[in-house]
């Protein structure tokens, strides 16, 4: 067993030893623990120059430079994202040193890119160095700021998550530990830690099976953990569904034995005159699609078609954690979408708490009609906007694959700052026409109903979804509708630092967005 007592380099511990004696120690006699850092080098135009971090810098004079020795003999260059160990440099504390390739120093914003190159490097070669260290079987990784201890802390917190609770303790894979090294950047270090807790957080919730989070599982575990946070969480029930006249929302839930639930959460970080921001997040437990029913083939995958929910219980957990000045009320609508002989049929028709009567063409098209109420809903608070965010359309993966989420949105002020908000962090957005066309593909040509769930005509199937949505968001306040069903999933090679599984984007561009509105 070992005991720390004081933490930082020189740290004593405490070891017990196997005949039950105790022993004090300094780190640099326990190497056998193997803790490893990451360091970071820039690239030149010069193949014999090594240009280091200011931290890597210091640490070349704490080990009178064997650091810059050891680069030097084993070829200069390092580049971009790639990755070299060193061994027993002898800093009294770490086993080895991972130097990862940053690019060029002193980059921006690329503007057609539109992200922020240095602090992107930043994150995803921390990632590799963590990721090359990990395979050293390195299980305490301490990284140094990067010139950006926020993305610092972001790559190497995401990257050294997976989802696999439910597997064989010892089967698991033992994840490494990461730390801020050094004690520059550590209020940085921290704020990227809320921010990729809280990804990680909407990714393990969107990757927990359907059985392990249906409706009511959902509403406990978010009402825990951000209750303990001191927001207030009601969990409302089907009879107030009804009460409500939420027929479209209700109208999702006929084919399953799970009973709906709807989450209305308050953070209150601004004064009580303040508006409300209104989120609303899709939380469908698991879409088979209904009576129109999906095929087999990775149905598994509609898990996570409350990615929008947990977005949005993650987004409102990093805003009081931050303590962000402004007040949030997050809606979501949670229900499955199942087939059974009490399941909307296609064809049936329901009337939404506004009145608006709905043809359900598709009953695969679910998520505006569990949508439509909740914005209803949403305007009861007189939000200064509303935001929905929803695993809506597989249109959307198809126009823009896992690079960026699909945003719709009646105010170009709120877009450009959400635009900005992904510059920062990496996880992009792109905006998409919100045009009088797609709700009229929408609403014309229906004779027996106000509109109809899916149009008869194919094309622009994100878009027509937006069209819909935009029937029932109040014409009073700005409203954005973001679209994440490319980005909820694995990504192909989009972004290097998150493992396989679930992705929970963009959480860390909807917490930047409020940082941004709140300053
Ligand atoms: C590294 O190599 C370069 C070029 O060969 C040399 O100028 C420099 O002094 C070397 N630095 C160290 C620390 O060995
Ligand atoms: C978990 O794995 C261990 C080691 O292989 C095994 O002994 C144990 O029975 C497993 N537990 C279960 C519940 O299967
Ligand atoms: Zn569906």
């Known amino acids: 067993m070992v005991l720390f007592l004081v933490g930082g380099i020189g740290t004593k511990v405490v070891l017990r030893l196997a005949n039950n004696s105790y022993q004090f120690r300094t780190y640099s006699s326990c190497l056998k623990m193997k803790k490893g850092l990451v360091l970071g080098v820039y690239e030149t135009d010069n193949k014999d120059e090594v240009v280091l971090t200011p931290s890597a810098s210091k640490y070349n004079e704490l080990v009178n430079g064997k650091l810059l020795a050891n680069i030097n003999l084993s070829g200069p260059k390092i580049k971009k994202l790639k990755t070299r160990i060193f061994w027993g440099l002898d800093d009294g504390e ?114 927990s099976p359907a059985n392990l989070m249906t409706p009511t599982i959902f509403s406990q575990t978010v009402s825990s953990v951000l209750s303990a946070l001191g927001i207030q969480v009601i969990i409302h029930d089907k009879a107030w569904a009804e009460e409500k006249k939420m027929g479209s929302f209700l109208s999702v839930s006929r084919g399953s034995i799970e009973p709906p639930k709807f989450l209305e959460i308050h953070y209150k970080g601004a004064s009580p005159s303040d508006m409300p921001i209104a989120f609303v997040g899709k939380g469908v437990t698991f879409d088979a699609g209904g009576i129109s029913l999906k095929s087999a083939g990775s149905m598994d995958e509609m898990r996570a078609d409350m990615g929008g929910a947990a977005c949005v219980v993650a987004t409102i957990k990093a805003a009081a954690e931050l303590k962000l000045n402004v007040n949030i009320v997050g809606l979501i609508p949670l229900t499955e979408n199942l087939p059974s002989g009490s399941a909307t049929k296609p064809g049936d028709i ?99 109903a106000d509109l109809n769930n899916m149009p008869k005509a194919k094309g622009a199937g994100s878009c027509v979804a937006a069209g819909f949505l935009r029937e029932f968001a109040s014409p009073d306040a700005p409203w954005l509708h973001l679209d994440i069903a490319g980005v909820m999933g694995p990504n192909i090679d989009d972004v290097s630092y998150l493992q396989s599984g679930m992705a929970g984007r963009p959480v860390r561009t909807l917490i930047q967005f409020l940082q941004i509105l709140s300053a």
């Open 350 to 448: 329901v009337t939404a708490m506004n009145g608006k009567t709905i043809i359900v063409d598709n009953t695969d098209a679910e998520g505006r009609l569990i949508l439509a109420d909740a914005l209803c809903y949403a305007a009861e608070f007189k939000p200064k906007f509303t935001l929905d965010i929803a695993t809506l359309t597989g249109a959307i993966a198809i126009a823009l694959g896992c690079a960026a989420t699909g945003v719709f949105s009646s105010s170009s002020e709120l877009w450009e700052t959400l635009r900005g908000a992904g510059t920062i962090t990496g996880d992009r957005v792109w905006r998409m026409p919100l045009w009088q066309a797609y709700n009229n593909r929408m609403t014309k040509h229906v004779k027996s």
């Open 94 to 207: 770490h086993a080895c040193v991972a130097v990862v390739g940053l690019g060029k120093r002193n980059l921006g914003i690329n503007l057609l890119e539109e992200i922020d190159e240095k602090r992107e490097n930043i994150r995803s070669a921390v990632a590799a160095g963590c990721s090359a260290l990990d395979a050293v079987d390195i299980k305490e990784i301490d990284v140094e700021p990067m010139g950006d201890a926020e993305a610092a802390a972001e790559g190497s917190i995401l990257s050294t998550w997976i989802f696999q609770e439910f597997k064989n303790k010892s089967k698991q894979k033992i994840l490494p530990n990461v730390n801020l090294y050094g004690t520059e950047g550590v209020k940085d270090w921290q704020l990227g830690k809320i921010k990729a807790d809280a990804q990680n957080w909407a990714r393990r919730l969107a990757d």
